[in-house]
C-alpha cells in the first residue's frame, strides 16, 4: 500500500516532497557581500581605477584599429566595449546602492548614539546647574568671614559697654 501511494501522481491537496536544485544554494553573509560591495565602490571612486579604465580603452581602441600582431576582435563601432562598459555599469550601479544603504545605516546609528550621548550631556548639564545654583544659595546664607569679623567686634563693644557701665555706675556715687 506504501508503494502505490509512492506511484500516485503528485495532487494539489497533498505537501510536496523536498525538492533538490540543480544549482546549489549559495549563502553569502550580508556582512562579507556587504564589505565587497563598499570595497568595490570605493575602488571605482578613485584616480587609480579611472588610469586603469581609461589605459584599457586607449590599448582596446588602439588594437582594434591598427590591427596589432593581427588582431581585430572589436571593428570601429566598438560594439564588445560598448557591452563591456554596459555589463560593468549594471553591475556597479546596485553595488554603490548597496554601499550607499550600508553607509546610510551606519551614519542611522550615529546619530542616534550622538542623539542619546547629547541627552545624558543635556540631563548631567542640568543637574549640576541645579546642584551650582543650590550651593550658592547655601553660600548666599553662610556667614562670611567679615560678616563674622564685623558681628564679633559688635558683640565684644557692646559687652565691654555693659561691662563698663555698671564700673561706672559704681564710681558715680
Known amino acids: 500500500m506504501a508503494r502505490a501511494r509512492q506511484r500516485e501522481p503528485e495532487r494539489l491537496n497533498t505537501p510536496g516532497g523536498v525538492r533538490r536544485s540543480i544549482v546549489p544554494h549559495i549563502r553569502v553573509s550580508h556582512d562579507t557581500f556587504g564589505e565587497f560591495a563598499e570595497g568595490f565602490a570605493r575602488f571605482m571612486g578613485t584616480a587609480r581605477f579611472i588610469l586603469y579604465m581609461t589605459l584599457f580603452v586607449i590599448i582596446w581602441v588602439t588594437v582594434n584599429l591598427i590591427g596589432l600582431f593581427g588582431l581585430r576582435w572589436d571593428p570601429y563601432p566598438f560594439i564588445l566595449l560598448n557591452l563591456f562598459f554596459s555589463t560593468q555599469a549594471s553591475y556597479a550601479a546596485p553595488l554603490i546602492l548597496l554601499a550607499q544603504n550600508r553607509q546610510e545605516a551606519r551614519d542611522r546609528v550615529t546619530l542616534n548614539q550622538d542623539r542619546q ?57
Open 117 to 173: 550621548q547629547a541627552a545624558q550631556s543635556r540631563a548631567d548639564m542640568d543637574f549640576l546647574a541645579r546642584e551650582i545654583a543650590s550651593l550658592r544659595m547655601s553660600v548666599g546664607d553662610l556667614a562670611t568671614r567679615d560678616y563674622l569679623r564685623t558681628e564679633l567686634r559688635n558683640e565684644l563693644r557692646s559687652i565691654l559697654a555693659e561691662i563698663d557701665e555698671p564700673a561706672a555706675g559704681h564710681e558715680r556715687p
